[in-house]
Nanobody
């Protein structure tokens, strides 16, 4: 099973930026970022195909977050700009390892998950 390790979380003021990284121990296809705020369900944030040519964003982060990947390094990035207090959550990296497929915001379409990285945005 592929292991995923997130890094780059932290505390930032509103309007600031952070970049999350997710390193995979093996080959992956689609990779997604999800987040879970205290007392709320985990929600989709963004996803990217194996090629990196297609991305998909939640409306709440579109225009502020950018996802990219470096396949030789087995690493995916989530650049988060113009952060808001409502972006505060634990951010999870998730991967699909079963082959080429359409990007999805459904958590059930990913078969590997990282442990999460805390992002806190102060007002």
């Amino acid at each position: 099973q592929v292991q995923l390790v997130e890094s780059g979380g932290g505390l930032v003021q509103a309007g600031g930026s952070l970049r999350l990284s997710c390193v995979a121990s093996g080959h992956t296809f689609n990779i997604g970022w999800f987040r879970q705020a205290p007392g709320k369900d985990r929600e989709f944030v963004a996803a990217i195909t194996w090629s990196g040519l297609s991305t998909y964003y939640a409306d709440s982060v579109k225009g502020r977050f950018t996802m990219s990947r470096d396949n030789p390094k087995n690493t995916v990035y989530l650049q988060m700009n113009s952060l808001k207090p409502e972006d505060t959550a634990v951010y999870y990296c998730a991967a699909w390892t079963g082959g080429i497929r359409w990007l999805s915001k459904d958590q059930n379409d990913y078969d590997c998950w990282g442990q999460g990285a805390q992002v806190t945005v102060s007002s």
